[in-house]
């Protein structure tokens, strides 16, 4: 089969489409020929060597993918070959085939193109596990999207909607701006221009969020904790602000606040499996109903997995990047 390896720690460039061998499954797996895979923050940093694949993962870029099932392992009972599928990937997205476990498969949501159903795994499974899940977001409560018009961004504001939440995002431009209010955000905040924390305040008449989704980090810690009500949540999910800052913690005892950070590739597959279960069983059903549609910005051949890297790490799209083999 063909697929994109990293050729050596670096730019878009080190990109290289290859001949490799196909993956060998396991019991537990189905191998899965790729429709589409799409494009995540995490490879980017992947590419340039500061986040490695698991133990055992493929060494591929591609947390997530769409496609049709090809064999299936002798413990598989759920799929059969010839399913139409998408699964979350700990690697392995960016090739004409991936051997993924078979609690990290799913069925391709109703009214959604194979192709497309690609965009939902990775973001679907990070938003629900950790805002949804873990700071038990629910209706009636205010949430921050930070980058609202990312491929997890555009997600979160929809999924938030759909169960009764009060969205605000920032972004970074009157076009992303835009494409936040028409997915439903209540709010959207020009972080190029405004003060976020400010407007959060002038918005909620002074108390703040109760949650707040962020992939800056460091940078905007402080902020967010200033933004956070009275029994509010920071999920931390990404570090593009970088990882280290002072903070003054007594915002935390006075308003009784919770920091909370976590990734999805490094959990373990059963972890994935539990996650992945409550994605199909909570989320689907808003994307069946059309209230949770995929974003898609561009979809590139897979041999154009460099210029879909720069696209990405230009920040001028809204929504997610796929590439089809």
Request: aromatic share 6%; charged share 20%; hydrophobic share 40%.
């Amino acid at each position: 089969m063909k697929a994109i390896v990293i050729t050596s720690p670096g730019g878009p460039e080190v990109l290289q489409i290859q001949d490799v061998e196909d993956p060998v499954i396991k019991e537990d797996e189905v191998l899965i020929k790729v429709e589409a895979g799409a494009l995540n923050r995490a490879d980017t940093i992947q590419r340039k060597g500061s986040y490695p694949p698991p133990k055992g993962a493929s060494e591929y870029p591609g947390l997530e993918c769409s496609g049709t099932i090809e064999a299936v392992g002798s413990q598989v009972s759920r799929w059969k070959i010839g399913d139409q599928v998408c699964a979350l990937l700990s690697g392995g997205g960016y090739a004409e085939k991936v051997a993924v476990p078979a609690g990290q498969v799913l069925p391709i949501p109703p009214g959604v193109s194979l192709k497309d159903a690609a965009s939902f795994p990775e973001v679907a499974c990070t938003v629900w596990s950790t805002i949804f899940m873990m700071s038990q977001l629910s209706a009636g409560e205010t949430l921050l999207v930070h980058g609202g018009s990312s491929g997890i961004g555009t997600f979160a504001i929809q999924m938030a909607k759909y169960l009764g939440v009060k969205v605000f995002a920032t972004a970074g431009s009157e076009e992303k701006l835009s494409a936040c209010k028409d997915l439903g955000a209540d709010l959207c905040i020009n972080y190029k221009t405004e003060d976020f924390v400010a407007r959060v305040k002038e918005e909620t008449g002074g108390k703040g969020v109760d949650v707040i989704l962020d992939n800056i980090g460091a940078s905007y810690l402080q902020r967010n904790l200033d933004s956070l009500n009275i029994g509010g949540r920071l999920f931390i999910i990404g570090f593009m602000g970088g990882t280290v800052t002072q903070v003054n913690l007594a915002c935390l005892l006075a308003r009784r606040l919770t920091v909370q950070a976590a990734g999805l590739r490094s959990r373990s597959p059963e972890n994935k499996a539990e996650i992945v279960s409550e994605v199909e069983k909570n989320v689907w059903p808003a994307i069946a109903a059309g209230k949770v549609k995929p974003i898609v910005h561009k979809y590139f051949p897979l041999s154009e997995a460099a210029e879909a890297h720069q696209l990405m790490e230009s920040s001028t799209h809204i929504g997610k990047i796929l590439l089809v083999p």
